[in-house]
């Protein structure tokens, strides 16, 4: 073993036991009735401190127990199972003691309190008894950057305390640390100058809201995680690869082909080839899918309008009533671990199948289908070329829906001014849509829930999970009733799921338009005036469960339009099909 890895084991075993301490120390003064509020929040805030020295690790080889100790503080229900996950950890206890510390909850801090004491028990386990390899410190140590210009800077782990510069600090230093068990004849230390620099940015910036983001990410962090993978090639790390969404050799977030359209596909054959595409373009286009002969996925997912169709919602197909929910866009579907408004299905093959046999939206038969294809001697040389074998007499329904699959995934544009700016061209956005960048990833906590660089749910910097937000969308705009679509409750009848929706992405939304599952809102003004009086509950829909949080937001009319320039910005440059 490269004398490097010990050394790392050795210090993330200090930096647990220095966070066990804390905790304990944090519970002795709960316990107390002699320590004052100030003591317990500084104490508290000590204690994240020390969990972000060794984040980079936990959450990379041991994430089921980060999450307990540092996911958000809302019920979770994992499929298949059903198994509800109570919120536990650190962001839980942050609502106990901020903004003013409630003594009531001394009981329920002290039970939390005792399940760090456990986690804890786990990680030394955990990192005692295995070996880490330097290519999975290089990766770790990459994705640990990208958490924190996604995550860690826009409040998303620490809503109420907001702090999120001294944490960030704590997460690099340790990350210098780290690389400086690397540098052998100085190869380092061109990394560990870019981190320094990056601490020092966050030292003279302190204040969350006038923290300048873009600046950070641009001149500082890009910088830095390019410079990981750099010094990984100088030293010639063996690195082990696997199929995931976000390339392992991306050396920013923004990195042209940084996402692999290919990650969510169901298996190894069925990614994406030229010929698939051709074939499921045509299909895409061609009512023979469905069963009058009249509809196509088009006829709803317009190419002209990024692949939705302008309606609040489309009709049924006997023409007689809507459809239950509003046509999300289509570009960038490929990069979703799940799809629908209720994340009920895992592949695009599955949604293709699911739609054309929906009695509602296309009221086909996959099994004629395949039958009539088959008779048409285009499309039988289609996918004879696109799904070639041996003594091929048919088609399997499959490949249908894998050929409209492989469509979908070759429509990823992560091609907009915003992309163009960091990859480095300056004149790609003005100072208005930078603030409203700004705007978007702190005082207006948009990327707390829309995550950057997707700008949807998928949850960075592993983009294996789908978000989903009670956020209180109301009927009609303005009125004080929620829709009663009931969203993921639908699926999952667990209370905390009812009107829990997917997080769509704000690419291209100023096509999208009208917005949410319901078409409720039809400009963006709108939407954000939404979320700026607390979602839902700012129009008096008193839901349990809301988890957009409920305070207002205090966005000016100029802070409104520069949210709105910059997700402007975020439009795809896509060729005309
Ligand atoms: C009648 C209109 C209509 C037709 C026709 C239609 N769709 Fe859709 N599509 C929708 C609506 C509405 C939704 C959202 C439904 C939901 O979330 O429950 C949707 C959702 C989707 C999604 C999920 C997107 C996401 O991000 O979650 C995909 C992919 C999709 N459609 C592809 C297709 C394909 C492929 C076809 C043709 C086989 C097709 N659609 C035909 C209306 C339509
Ligand atoms: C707590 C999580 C959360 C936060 C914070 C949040 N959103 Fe959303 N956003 C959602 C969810 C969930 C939906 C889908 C809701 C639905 O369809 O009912 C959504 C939908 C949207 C849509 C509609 C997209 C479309 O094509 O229909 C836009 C635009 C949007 N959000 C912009 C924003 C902006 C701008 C902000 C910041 C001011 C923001 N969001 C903050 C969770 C959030």
Redesign the pocket.
């Known amino acids: 073993m490269p004398p490097s890895e010990k050394l790392i084991e050795q210090t993330i075993g200090k930096q647990v036991d220095s966070f066990a301490g804390l905790c304990t120390r944090l519970r002795g003064a709960v316990e107390s009735d002699t320590v004052s509020e100030e003591q317990i929040k500084d104490l508290f805030l000590q204690t994240r401190i020390a969990y972000k020295r060794f984040e980079w690790a936990a959450e990379y080889f041991v994430p089921a127990t980060s999450r307990l100790v540092n996911g958000p503080p809302v019920q979770e229900v994992e499929m298949p199972e059903m198994q509800v996950i109570e919120p536990a950890g650190l962001q839980v206890m942050e609502g106990f003691i901020f903004p003013k510390y409630d003594a009531q909850k001394k009981k329920e801090l002290i039970v939390q309190l005792n399940l760090l004491k456990l986690d804890c028990d786990r990680y030394q386990t955990f990192f005692r008894n295995i070996d880490i390899f330097d290519w999975q410190v290089f990766d770790a140590a990459k994705l640990e950057v990208f958490r924190l210009i996604t995550t860690g800077i826009t409040g998303f782990d620490n809503p109420l305390t907001l702090k999120s510069t001294s944490e960030t600090i704590a997460s690099l230093e340790s990350l210098q640390r780290v690389f400086s068990y690397f540098n052998e004849n100085n190869m380092a230390d061109y990394l560990e100058r870019g981190i320094e620099s990056a601490i020092i940015f966050c030292r003279i910036n302190p204040d969350f809201n006038s923290f300048n983001r873009m600046e950070f990410i641009v001149r500082y962090a890009n910088p830095v995680s390019s410079e990981i993978t750099s010094l990984e090639e100088k030293l010639k790390i063996h690195v082990i690869r696997y199929n995931r969404l976000l390339n392992q050799d991306a050396k920013t977030l923004f990195d042209t082909g940084a996402f692999n359209v290919n990650a969510y596909a169901p298996d190894h054959s069925s990614f994406i080839s030229d010929k698939k595409i051709a074939l499921g373009k045509k299909l895409f286009s061609d009512p023979i899918l469905s069963g009058t002969g009249k509809r196509s996925c088009q006829s709803c997912h317009q190419p002209a309008r990024v692949f939705t169709d302008g309606l609040v919602k489309n009709t049924i197909i006997d023409q007689k009533g809507l459809l239950e929910r509003?046509t999300?866009?289509l570009i960038n579907a490929a990069l979703q671990p799940a799809l629908f408004?209720d994340l009920r299905v895992n592949s695009l093959e599955d949604q293709s199948l699911s739609v054309v046999q929906s009695s509602r939206e296309m009221h086909g038969s996959m099994i004629l289908s395949v039958k009539r294809l088959w008779k048409d001697t285009i499309y039988r040389q289609q996918f004879l070329d696109a799904f070639p074998y041996e003594d091929k007499n048919s088609i399997d329904t499959f490949e249908v829906m894998n050929a409209i699959g492989s469509y979908i995934r070759s429509l990823v544009y992560l091609n907009s001014r915003f992309d163009e700016y960091m990859r480095g061209s300056k004149s790609a956005m003005n100072a208005d849509e930078i603030n409203g960048f700004n705007l978007?990833m702190g005082k207006?906590?948009?990327a707390?829930?829309?995550f950057m660089p997707l700008f949807s749910?998928v949850f960075p910097p592993r983009f294996i999970k789908m978000e989903?937000?009670v956020?209180g969308?109301p009927v009609k705009r303005g009125v004080n009733k929620i829709?009663p679509d009931e969203?993921r409750y639908g699926i999952v009848k667990v209370e905390s799921q009812r009107h829990d929706?997917?997080?769509?992405t704000?690419r291209n939304?100023s096509f999208?338009a009208p917005?949410?599952?319901?078409g409720v809102f039809s400009t963006?003004d709108q939407?954000?005036g939404f979320?700026?009086k607390g979602g839902g509950s700012g129009l008096g829909i008193h839901l349990e469960n809301q988890?957009?949080?409920t305070d207002t937001?205090g966005l000016t009319a100029k802070e409104t339009s520069d949210?709105i320039a910059f997700?402007k910005t975020l439009d795809s440059k896509i060729p005309t099909h």
């Open positions: 509003n999300p866009t408004y978007f207006a906590k948009c707390t829930c829309h749910g989903m937000e956020i969308v829709d969203g929706f997917k997080i769509p704000v939304a999208t917005y949410m599952h319901n963006l939407v954000i979320y700026n988890t957009l949080p937001l949210i997700i």
